[in-house]
């Protein structure tokens, strides 16, 4: 699976959670091991994408780490407000 195609899955499934789907952004970051998503989002909605203690964050995370990109790293995802 290509990086532009995790970005589309993680809006796709992050979109519906929040109050303001507008001002959601993911920036792609490589380094040597890993390509790191970072989901920046409107205060206000970091706590409907982390959920109680973690767990829709968590369950976001289990389904984006079980991809294999095509360049062969691993994926990080990190939740940031502006």
Do not use: C
């Not at 829709?56 to 790293?73: E, P, W």
């Amino acid at each position: 699976m290509k990086s532009a195609e995790v970005s589309e899955l993680i809006s796709a499934i992050v979109s519906p959670l929040i109050t303001m789907p507008d001002e959601l952004t993911i920036e792609t970051v490589d380094d040597t091991r890993f390509t790191t998503y970072n989901l920046s989002l409107n205060r206000k909605d970091i706590g409907r994408v982390i959920g109680k203690q973690g767990r829709v964050a968590q369950a976001i995370r289990t389904l984006i780490y079980g991809i294999r990109l095509d360049n062969g790293k691993r994926i990080r995802l990190n939740i940031v407000d502006k």
